[in-house]
């Protein structure tokens, strides 16, 4: 069974800061996608960015960038010049090719400091 | 488009009751999973359902179950309610039309059990 480890239960930035949130994947599988979702207190999830397993290049979204590291199993994930409104719960998932199977970490906790 | 709702937002319900969950998806959008996310837990896969089918199935007892109407909405459903179903119970749409099928997820329904 795959599983997602996210080792920082809290981090804290200073605001316009850069700030990496740790992930770690265990699968057998060579083909499956990666994803950083966010959820504000109260608020929604909401997709932040993902990876395509099969894809060397690291995927960037505006401030969000991850470190795909595929021999590794890690999936950081890389905010910069950290805003307010980044404060967030922030869920590495995992999920397998051709499934809807959401695998989730245990999430990491942000605060961003003014 | 609209985006994910879930009805109610809130319910309290008392141990050995019943309750049923409501998610309506995005517009297009025929494929429905169901999380439960838990402080203690955090986020588990339920189930999830295509075209009135259910594809895939989490490790939850026979007590959650869920359909799926022929426009998409779906219900879940837990009989006999118990203190550790406490949750708040999230619903996700995707469309499955290329790419990696990412999910939307709607505010979540908050179920408390006294």
């Known amino acids: 069974a795959q599983t997602v480890t996210q080792s920082q239960p809290e981090m804290s930035v200073q605001e316009a800061e850069t700030v990496t949130l740790s992930c770690t994947y265990d699968t057998s599988e060579s083909d499956y996608y990666l994803f950083w979702y966010k959820q504000p207190p109260s608020r929604q999830m909401i997709l932040v960015i993902r990876q395509e397993a099969y894809k060397q290049q690291n995927a960037t979204e505006n401030r969000f960038s991850v470190n795909f590291q595929k021999a590794a199993k890690s999936f950081s994930l890389k905010i910069s010049d950290s805003q307010l409104g980044d404060a967030a719960m922030y869920f590495c998932a995992y999920r397998t090719q051709g499934a809807q199977k959401l695998v989730f970490g245990q999430g990491t906790r942000l605060t961003i400091n003014p | 488009k609209a985006g994910v709702t879930q009805t109610p937002r809130y319910l309290i319900k008392t141990r050995g009751q019943q309750v049923t969950l409501s998610c309506s998806p995005i517009?297009?959008?025929?494929?429905v999973s169901w999380y439960q996310q838990t402080p203690g837990q955090g986020l588990q896969f339920l189930f999830e359902?295509?075209?009135?089918?259910?594809?895939n199935k989490g490790n939850f007892p026979g007590r959650f179950s869920g359909r799926q109407f022929s426009n998409s909405r779906s219900e879940m459903n837990v009989s006999t309610l118990e203190l550790g179903d406490s949750a708040l119970y999230l619903c996700a749409s995707s469309d499955e039309e290329g790419g990696p099928y990412e999910q939307y997820f709607g505010p979540g329904t908050r179920l408390t059990v006294t």
């Open positions: 359902y295509f075209s009135e089918t259910q594809r």
């Open positions: 517009s297009g959008h025929r494929s």
